[in-house]
């Protein structure tokens, strides 16, 4: 199985910042597609963020201009880097690679709350 870590979860107040990290136990280059989900309590989890081994990104639209999805090919990590962030974010987040065929993977999931 291919494990997925997920880190850098935490409170944080609003306009603050976090890096979320997700570390694989294979080449990330060798995953077509990576993503950032999201399930906030009472709510249906969402896809964030998704980048393909071109490096091409799609986000939700409410995090457009906020957050940022990064690879590094050569740390076999996936980042997410969450600017100007909003109580709406508060949030377990996933990471998840899907392989050809549409085999995917999911890491644990790591804790996001924006509080005053």
């Known amino acids: 199985q291919v494990q997925l870590v997920e880190s850098g979860g935490g409170l944080v107040q609003p306009g603050g910042s976090l890096r979320l990290s997700c570390a694989a136990s294979t080449s990330i280059a060798n995953i077509p597609i990576m993503a950032w989900y999201r399930q906030a309590p009472g709510k249906e989890r969402e896809v964030v963020a998704t980048?393909?081994?071109?490096?091409?990104?799609n986000y939700i639209d409410s995090v457009k201009g906020r957050f940022t999805i990064s690879r590094d090919n050569a740390k076999n990590t996936v980042y997410l880097q969450m600017n100007s962030l909003k109580f709406e974010d508060t949030a377990v987040y996933y990471c998840q690679a899907t392989m050809v065929l549409g085999r995917t993977y999911w890491g644990q999931g790591t804790q996001v709350t924006i509080s005053s």
């Open positions: 980048i393909v081994s071109t490096s091409s990104t």
